[in-house]
C-alpha cells in the first residue's frame, strides 16, 4: 500500500545524502508515517474482525459440547 511512497522517500535519501539531514526529505516522511498509520489501522480493523469470528466460533463449539455432556 505505501510502497511507491517508500521508493520516493528511499530515493530522496540517495539523490540528497547531507540535505536529508536538513529537512529535504521530511515532507516524504510524514505522508510516509501516514500512510503507515493507516495501513495499521485496517490491520487492526481486519484482526479485530478475526478475533470477533473466531469467538463466535469458540462459543458455538463450547455449547456444543456442554450440549453432548448433559446428554
Known sequence: ??????EE???CH??????????ECTDLKIKLDRCFRQEKALKRKANFE?????????KAYKREIAEKSEE
Open 9 to 11: 522517500f528511499q530515493k
Open 14 to 23: 540517495l539523490d540528497h545524502p547531507v540535505k536529508k539531514f536538513f529537512g
Open 1 to 6: 500500500m505505501c510502497a511507491e511512497i517508500i
Open 50 to 58: 478475526e478475533s470477533k469470528r473466531f469467538k463466535e466460533q469458540l
